[in-house]
């Protein structure tokens, strides 16, 4: 893979080099000198003395090293080395160790991923402190490398690092508000925070083209149905996350926007044709290319025009080494979805897959269900020649190429002043309020009733589905918008009615409407003659005006009836829910536009709202 590299790439890798030259029997203490390199050749010839010097170092591993670096496990903990006594327990359960620092000691892993419910992730110093913890384990073993620390950072519905951090709105959203601009800021500010707290690669940005409506494990994580428009945002966002020295990953390769199964739980099956894959679901994975993405993550699905055997693509070696290394030309780190997920462990047994998916092109495997039976699968088959050392050797160069990349050789290492100086900050969480205005979708307004006036309904009842808060924020979505709206000026009242109204829940709703001057309703997933959609029609008979936020997925409104005005928010994080409530109150215009065809509840053959639908006022 060619691409134009920056200047800041430029110094990146020149000083990292450098750190590396210096290369004697032990790894040297990893300082940068920031020495650019100025032409062309001088870059290449960077390059290549960076793979003989990673190459070196490499043939210094032991084997059981080199099997390590291959992975990137979970871990439970606050701490690397003092992690509180439940969290021990389950790491003496799970993995046989009792912190991040014996993980790594024993097993010699390339990467840890962070997990809110790892209890990874409670606050920025803290996570920090883990992550120094994490860097700190890694340089003391016999061969002294950084880890990758890794987390799924998507925004929107999908994140690991909660406030104070700053929370974005969603990739659907993203597709909404169609700002390339304001996809490459989302990831230069986010991978600013997070590099500020050690994790320096990103399990994003999702680069599914979601065509189905019915997706249950994509859907409002896709920037929308587009390939090209999706291509363009994956592209920016890269660019973004990149500039601050955080690997992008795009995923999951080779499409997963067109499946009715979720992978965590089965195995989906894509139909498409080779050539309706080149169409749809291959652009915003070329255009990741393009724009020099350091990682791609796989995913597990079968795709029989791609793969005949029917394999899982993360097993596949016609997908990843035919399409991805060969076809696309991608030399950089191939990662696999969760070991753990049903989709790549149905067929396979957990000795198996990683040994497989190693085979099929991957260099780098993902948090397995129990790694000593994947690291000892792994162990046997190079044992028994299956796997060469030369194949692993290939991956690892591949991972500290990447490692060096984003600057762990030079600057392992995070500080308190930096997390001051970086994570939520005024100007990074002003930054998420104005994209977030710029992404609500006004879908109907038939009546003209907006935007509402203090004068006119001041009073609001606030009602609807209070899903569990993603992304850390502070939630429940009836609370966020109750206390947006009293900061602009309305009076509210607050009745979570939850994603499955009974009857009883649906007449105190209606009977509490009375007296109030508009009623917000938020439905989550509402589907065909659900409880929500009967809550929503009933408020509608009651006579005061009802609006309705789709606080996930913009299909909702497909099955609604006696709603006033509707909006899609893609997501129910406060910085979304925020904007919705400017935007109701006319403190914003509406500006989103639908990046997904809506179809019709009663045929859906045909649309009710297509691509790019969207009002303002």
Known sequence: MQHRTSRRSLLTTTAAAAAIAALGPQLPAYAADEQAVRVEEGEVAAGRATNTRLRALIARMSVEEKIGQLFVMRVYGHSATAPDQADIDANLREIGVRDAAELIAKYHVGGIIYFTWAHNTRDPHQIADLSNGIQAAGLAQRTPLPLLIATDQEHG??????????????????????????ARTLGRISGAELAAIGIRQDYS?????????ANPVIGVRSFGADPAAVARMVAAEVRGYQESSVAATAKHFPGHGDTSVDSHTGIPVITHTREQWERLDAPPFKAAIAAGIDAIMTAHIQFPALDPSNDPATLSHPILTGILREQLGFDGVVITDSLGMKGVRDKYGDDRVPVLALKAGVDQLLDPPNLDVAWHGVRAAVDSGELTEAQLDESILRILRLKNRRG?????????????RTVGTREHLAAADAIAERTTTLLADPHRLLPLSRRSHRDLLIVGADPASPSGTTGPPTSVLAQAFAELGFRTTVLPTGTLPSQAQIDAAVAAAAGHDAVIVGTYDAGPGGAQSRLVAALGASGVPVVHLAIRNPYDIAYLSGYAASLATYSWTDVELRAAARVLAGRAHPRGRLPVAVPRADDPTQVLYPIGHGLSY
């Open 205 to 213: 940005p999702d680069a599914d083209v979601n065509i189905n409506p």
């Open 408 to 420: 762990l050789f030079a600057r392992p290492y995070v500080s308190a002043r930096g997390v001051d």
């Open 157 to 182: 519905i999908v994140c690991r690092v909660g406030k104070p951090a700053t929370l974005f709105p969603g990739a659907m959203a993203l597709g909404a508000g169609g700002s390339e601009r304001d």
